[in-house]
């Protein structure tokens, strides 16, 4: 495995699915597959696939394609899932609480290692086992216990204090939920989340299903 800086951002974000396709073929029994196979089953070009893990060095043999189980483990070490990332949450709202409560981060790596708010009705409260803390008590955590990555979900006018705070504390990665594209003068990584736009996506896609709906009528 090769690893790349320049490695352009739309080839990163296909390598989750990559990864999600060949954990599915290992839980079926599926050993090896070829690119043509694998593009089949995703709906994306063997071409495409070829070219997205070639960034990163050979991974399939000419006249055997490629064995699931390797490529699994080397698409997950480049994800750094091997890492054992620590995260917190800040807002144990109904977003906050719904990631707190998704197993499958802790299955890719992502430990969650406390919860923070401030809202008086929230302190206290145990969320998967975790008890929610005040946002105050940030600092003297972070000193006392490793930790990565921060999600944010908090509302938009207290997104940038709330990050400016995490970065404060030396959190190096940011998962930002709300509707804000945040940027930090801080040496920090941020992923902006906009569920919205996945849905508005959706929209499109039904409204152009309609439009054509209507033109095979009138035809």
């Known amino acids: 495995m090769v690893s790349k800086k320049n490695v352009s951002i739309a080839v990163v974000k296909r390598l989750p699915r990559y990864y999600r396709y060949l954990a599915d073929l290992l839980s079926l029994g599926i050993t090896r597959i070829s690119s043509m196979e694998l593009s089949e089953r995703m709906g994306i070009t063997a071409s495409q696939i070829r070219q997205d893990l070639n960034c990163f060095g050979g991974f399939g043999q000419q006249g055997y394609g490629y064995n699931v189980e390797s490529l699994y483990k080397e698409i997950g070490t480049i994800l750094g899932l091997n890492n054992d990332y620590r995260t917190i949450i800040i807002g144990a709202g109904n977003m906050g609480q719904a990631l707190a409560n998704y197993e499958n ?19 206290g409260k145990k969320i998967n086992n975790i008890t929610v803390s005040h946002i105050d008590t940030l600092e003297d955590f972070v000193k006392k216990t490793k930790v990565d990555i921060a999600m944010l979900c908090v509302p938009y006018e207290q997104t940038p204090s709330v990050a400016e705070k995490a970065a404060k504390c030396g959190i190096k990665g940011l998962w930002n939920f709300s509707p804000m594209d945040l940027k930090l003068n801080y040496d920090v990584i941020i992923e902006n989340v906009h569920l919205s736009d996945s849905l508005m996506v959706l929209g499109y896609k039904l409204n152009q299903k309609l439009l ?3 033109e095979r009528q009138h035809k």
């Open 105 to 123: 981060f802790a299955k890719r790596g992502y430990k969650l290692v406390g919860i923070f708010d401030i809202n008086p009705n929230l302190i």
């Open 212 to 214: 054509e709906e209507k």
